[in-house]
């Protein structure tokens, strides 16, 4: 595999970028493309909602539309088949993702919009998200037991504590949706953000799941994010902890290895040089051999994820390395500057 790619002025730098990386995230995304049912959604063992979302979230990282590439019918199907679990509500967690699956449709449907060319497909998604993101606000507003939640998300709508990984995607649906045009107040992004430093441990550099608690690779990327969308990433914290990723890479036994997978290169894309070339040296290295020849998917690894070598059990790992790969390619609004 022949690595290219060098930092231009004023861009992120892009480092370590294989030849055939296209293919590999493509021969991923055919193998999706084929779990894809009459209805749109997708043949999973996981929340067949948050599972389209994630699909469809893949297609879009690697330049795909409904319009555009060979994915569009199965983008334009699984769309159909996403705005149809909003419900009278808009809430897209009632197929067991809860708030996860919630704020992952939410951020798909932001990035549909912005690139949907049917006019009445664009006022539906339109109106999804409108729904979609007061359930985001009514998330932030409940009332918390303990003033340190204040800011964030947890699993449920009215939750009374909040957890950095439920966050993350939440700021990101917030982000999402502000790019295309909805009211996201600024002070959504900065009670988000001050959750987010009661997740820091500053003796380890690095954020954890929930206030006090051991930090990880995941969450730390998930807090460097979350810092990003308030302040570009320019808080001493967000510095600091990309130090953490470069010194703790992810792990074959790191639990939800794939998820970690993607935060870390996503977040490592936009901490620098240094942070970017030894993430994604190290996460490609696992990626790469993990995928099937056979049919382009990657198996379940067990500890947090759904495991497993059946066709349904892979369309999770399969669509987060798809993600992980793509982050260099920037194709997609979330993985740009």
Aim: glycine fraction near 10%.
């Amino acid at each position: 595999m022949t690595l290219a790619g060098a930092a231009v002025a004023g861009e992120a730098p892009k480092p370590l970028i294989p030849q055939d990386l296209e293919a590999t995230i493509d021969h991923g995304l055919f193998y999706l493309q084929k779990l894809q049912k009459n209805d749109g959604s997708f043949e999973t063992s996981a929340a067949p909602a948050a599972s389209a979302a994630l699909v469809i979230l893949a297609m879009l990282a690697s330049g795909h539309t409904t319009d555009l590439g060979k994915y569009g019918q199965t983008l334009r199907s699984a769309v159909e088949y996403l705005i149809g679990q909003g419900g009278e509500r808009g809430y897209f967690g009632a197929d067991g993702s809860k708030m996860y699956g919630h704020a992952i449709a939410t951020l798909v449907l932001a990035q549909v919009h912005g690139t949907e060319l049917d006019e009445v497909l664009r006022r539906r998604v339109r109106q999804s998200l409108d729904k979609a993101l007061r359930v985001i606000f009514a998330g932030q507003d409940a009332k918390k037991e303990r003033d340190i939640y204040a800011g964030g998300w947890r699993y449920e709508v009215n939750a009374t504590d909040a957890d950095l990984s439920v966050t993350g995607w939440c700021v990101a649906a917030m982000r999402a949706c502000r790019s295309v045009g909805l009211v996201v107040p600024k002070e959504r992004f900065e009670r988000a953000a001050g959750f987010t430093l009661r997740c820091y441990r500053a003796e380890r550099k690095a954020f954890g799941y929930q206030p006090q608690q051991e930090p990880s690779p995941a969450m730390t990327a998930a807090g460097m994010l979350c810092l990003a969308a308030v302040d570009g990433g320019a808080r001493t914290e967000s510095s600091s902890a990309a130090q953490f990723l470069i010194d703790n890479p992810v792990k074959e036994s790191t639990p939800f290895v794939y998820y970690s997978l993607y935060y870390t290169t996503h977040a490592a894309s936009a901490a620098g040089e240094k942070c970017w070339t030894a993430v994604w040296r190290h996460n490609l290295a696992m990626l790469t051999p993990l995928q099937r020849k056979d049919d382009g998917a990657w198996p379940g690894r067990g500890t947090g994820e759904p495991a497993g070598d059946n066709r349904p059990g892979r369309l999770y790992p399969t669509a987060m390395a798809c993600l992980a790969l793509s982050v260099p390619l920037r194709l997609a609004p979330m993985f740009r500057r």
